[in-house]
Structure formats: C-alpha cells, structure tokens
C-alpha cells in the first residue's frame, strides 16, 4: 500500500470519470449520474485510505509524490499533505459525493455536461490542497474557476450569468495577483541561492526582504482575500450563492471558501512572516469587520439563500481573525471554523434546496409551518441552524469560541467585538428559523384537527407556486410539501453525525492538525501547544 500514489488516485479518480462520461457521447442520463457517483465515490475511499496511511505525530509532509517535470525552470510534480490540508482534502471529497447525490434528481437538462463540469471541479479542488509546487498549484486553482463559473451561468437561476461573470472576475483578478506573486517569490529565491525551484517547502525556506515581504504578502493575501471572501473582497459571493444550483453552493461554501484560508496558512505565514506580522492588526479589524458586516446584512435578507450566504462572511471572518492572532487557540479556531462551516453551511443549502424543489421559492416570507408535514426536515434544519449559531455541543460553538478566545488574548477589543456578534447570528438564524418552520404562513388554512373548521371536500389546498426563487409568489401551503426522502437523508445525514462529533468531542481532529499547525506557528513563537 506504501508504494501506491495514492494522493494522485485520489485526485484523478473524478478526472477518469468525467473523460468517461466525455466519451460515451449517448450515455443515458441516469447511467452518466452513476458514473460520477462511482468516480467520485472512489476519490472518498482513497481519500480514507490517505487519512489511515497518515502519521499524527509527524510534522511534515507526507505520502509525498515527486516527478522532475520541468526541472530547469524549477518546476515538478510534488504532491504532499500535512494535518492542515488532510481534514481539507477529505472535506472536499465527502461533499463532492454529497453534491452528485443533491444534483440526481434537481437536474435534469444538459446532466451529462454538468456531471463532467461537477467532476473536473472535484479534480481541481483536491488538487490545491495536495500540490507542492506553486506552478502545479496555480494550474489547479484555475482549474477550479472555470468548472464553477460553468455551473453557476448554465445551471443558475434567473440572474445566473451576471453571477457568473462576477464570481470569474473577482477569482481571475486575484489568480493574476498570485501569479505576479508566485513569480517575484520564484526570482528572489533564485538570486538568493542560485537554484531554480517552486517547491512551496524550499520557497519557505528563503531569506525574503522586508520591502519585498510586504508587497508579496499582499499579493498572495488579496488573492485568498478574495476567495475567502473577506470584507471589502466579498460582494461577488451572495450573487453566486443565490444563483449557483443547490450543488454548487454546497461545493462553493464547504470547499471554495476553504482555498483562500488554506492559502493564507500554507504561503502567507510561512514564505512572509515578517508581513504577516505587520498586517496583523489590519486583517484583525477586516475580519471583525466582516464578522459584524454579515451578521448585520444577514438579519434584513428575505430570501433563504442569501441569508446563508451572508452568514458565510460572517462565519469566515473568524478563520483570519483564528489565524492572525497567532496562537494555538486561533489556528486550530481557524481550522475547526473552516470543517465545521463547511459541515454546516453545506447541509443548510442543501436544506434550501430540499424546499425550494418543491416549493419554487426561497422567499421566506412565503413559507411557515414545514414542521407539520416535514418533521425529519424540520429536525435536520434545527440542527445545523443551532451548529450555524454556535450552540455549544455542536461544531460551530468550538471553532468559534477558539477563535474568538484566540483574539481575546492578543486583541481584546476584537475579541470582545466578536464575541457580541454571536448574539446577532443567534438572532438572524433562530428567525429565519421560527418563520420557516414553525410560524403559519400568511394564508395558510387553520389546521384541519381545528373542530371548529368546516372544510367541505372540495377546498383543495392551493397550489404551490412555480418560478425562479423571487418574491412573487402564493405563500407555500406545508400541507403540499412531502419530507425528506431516502436520498435527501443520505445526503444530510454524515453531515450531522460530524457536525455533532466535532462538537462533543473535537480532540481526535485537534490531534490531527496539531503538529503541523505547531510548526507553523514557530516563526511567530506561538504558545499553548
């Protein structure tokens, strides 16, 4: 098993099946959906396979993969994980599989298109968070862009192409910004030590100016900025939430988001300590910022997606606010933050998606009352809204509570700021939660077990609405809405059990994490290890 590739196994497995799919030109649908399951599905095992292989108590990078590619310009092919990028990778891998199950029966035009799309995303998502050399890993951050920008403006909502466009911007101006970044970083190391390389691990170990640390820092920071998406860098992220499919803003919440704060931890802090340290208390204040910003914005929205994907930039802004407190509570803070909002936030689009393809509206005015006919739903919804606001016993309080701990210590108004911002998630998740689920909708008839209602037999409850998620709508009667299936279940269901794992007892993925996350913090002199 030691001499098997499996880091690349597990990152082309959805590459083989999308080439599959690609030619069998007349594949049935139903056969192409079971491809992409089977493909995706193998990336999982091998992805498992990874975690048992792993060494906890080792610091550096293992399973390693080399081949000289290009050697006389530095470049190979250096795959790699450590305890930072292994809970990342098998994040990603689980919702891939979760994201083909969402998607069998949600879409239903161009599905042999979409499932090649939804794998090569899967291939270039694995593939940041195992590539060691910066050229492999900017082929594979791009990668990731276009596979997302295809799903959001081919199988979006009304205003899927402006989304489209705007989420391809904002990423393809910061992969410019990297790029100039990853170019300055590869000549310095070269007039340094005369030696050619983009091994990310050498590049760490260069002697960099100040002067030049500080413009590279932040060439390198907008681009994960960006992706993050961190307060001002976030306005693309609500649009492609709103407009992506449910599957798309599963994999753009639980792994795309997830990119921009590996990047910080695995080339800001390491290559630029220096400028790490000096924009500190800068990306402090955006990440309190943002904290405030989109719990704030999250409270007015009417439309259940945006309301989640404003929560997203609230949520993320303690993952910089973990990371450049510089200490053990916030970097593990920051890492739990990113599992656990990826668990949480994944499961609660899909929960959209679950009444939005029956109701055909996300407008939460519209709904009220789902307990009734929708028990499980309402079940599975109150659980990742209480992980969502940081409920203790379940994964969200423990991020946050070591992030928000984290800045206390090094910046206490931060911290105390942070800290008040729980309240306000508390209030836009438990409203829109007591709308949803359990406040009778406007119109919605008395219910029948009323004795003092008189139906006669042919006052049908109304008809659900069509449409494209807008506000022009009738209100959705819950007597129309069936609960969860089998497969809906499937997919909440390991979300759930994680969500509560790492609540109750976080320590088997602390211990993962902690000896990669020590080195890291070495150069900072970080305590509590």
């Known amino acids: ?228 998406p961190l307060w001002p860098f976030h306005t693309w992220l609500p649009d492609a939430h709103v407009e992506a499919p449910t599957a798309g803003s599963v994999l753009l919440a639980g792994v795309l988001l997830k990119m921009g704060g590996y990047g910080l931890m695995r080339f800001n802090l390491p290559m630029f300590p220096d400028a790490a340290e000096a924009f500190a208390p800068l990306i402090i204040v955006l990440s309190v910022i943002a904290i405030i910003y989109g719990a704030l914005v999250a409270l007015v929205q009417t439309d259940l997606k945006k309301l989640i994907a404003y929560s997203s930039v609230s949520h993320m802004g303690f993952v910089t606010l973990g990371i450049f407190a510089f200490n053990a509570q916030g970097m593990y803070g920051a890492m739990i933050v990113m599992i656990s909002h990826g668990l949480v936030t994944g499961a609660l689009f899909l929960l959209v998606g679950v009444v939005y393809h029956r109701a055909h509206t996300r407008a939460i005015e519209k709904f009220g009352g789902l307990a009734t006919n929708m028990p499980i739903y309402a079940s599975f919804f109150g659980l990742f809204m209480f992980a969502s606001l940081g409920l203790p016993g379940l994964s969200g309080f423990v991020g946050e509570f070591l992030a928000i701990l984290a800045a206390f210590r090094e910046y206490q108004l931060a911290g105390i700021i942070s800290m008040a911002v729980v309240v306000l998630s508390a209030w836009y998740m438990m409203w829109m939660f007591q709308r949803v689920v359990w406040q009778r909708a406007p119109g919605e008839p008395p219910d029948h077990d009323d004795p003092e209602l008189k139906l006669t037999g042919d006052e049908a409850p109304p008809k659900v609405a069509g449409g494209s998620g807008d506000h022009h709508h009738e209100d959705v009667d819950p007597r129309t809405l069936s609960d969860v299936n089998a497969k809906e279940i499937l997919t909440l269901l390991p979300l759930a059990i994680l969500t509560i794992w790492i609540g109750v007892h976080p320590g088997p993925f602390m211990e993962l994490m902690q000896p990669a996350l020590e080195a890291l913090l070495e150069p900072f002199g970080g305590s509590g290890f």
């Open 1 to 228: 098993m030691d001499s098997l590739p499996i880091l690349s196994l597990m990152t082309y497995s959805p590459l083989v099946g999308a080439l599959i799919i690609l030619f069998w030109v007349n594949a049935p649908a139903n056969a192409v959906r079971w491809i992409a399951l089977i493909a995706a599905s193998v990336s999982l095992v091998f992805s498992l396979i990874m975690l048992a292989m792993f060494d906890r108590s080792d610091s550096g990078m293992q399973l390693v993969e080399t081949f000289r590619w290009l050697p006389d310009v530095g470049i190979e092919y250096y795959l790699g994980v450590d305890g930072i990028s292994v809970p990342l990778v098998i994040l990603t891998t689980m919702l891939v599989v979760i994201a083909i199950l969402a998607s069998w029966d949600a879409i239903q035009h161009r599905v042999r298109e979409y499932m090649i799309v939804m794998l090569l995303l899967a291939t270039g998502m694995i593939g940041v968070f195992v590539s060691l050399n910066l050229f492999l890993f900017y082929i594979f951050w791009e990668v990731v862009l276009i596979p997302m920008a295809l799903m959001i403006g081919i199988w979006g909502s009304a205003n899927r192409i402006y989304a489209a466009v705007k989420f391809f911007l904002y990423t393809l101006a910061g992969s410019l910004l990297m790029l100039v970044a990853i170019v300055a970083t590869y000549q310095s190391y070269f007039e340094q030590t005369g030696e050619r390389t983009l091994s990310v691990l050498q590049l760490s170990q260069g002697d960099y100016g100040t002067n030049f640390q500080m413009w590279v820092f932040l060439a390198f920071f907008f681009a994960f900025a960006i992706k993050i």
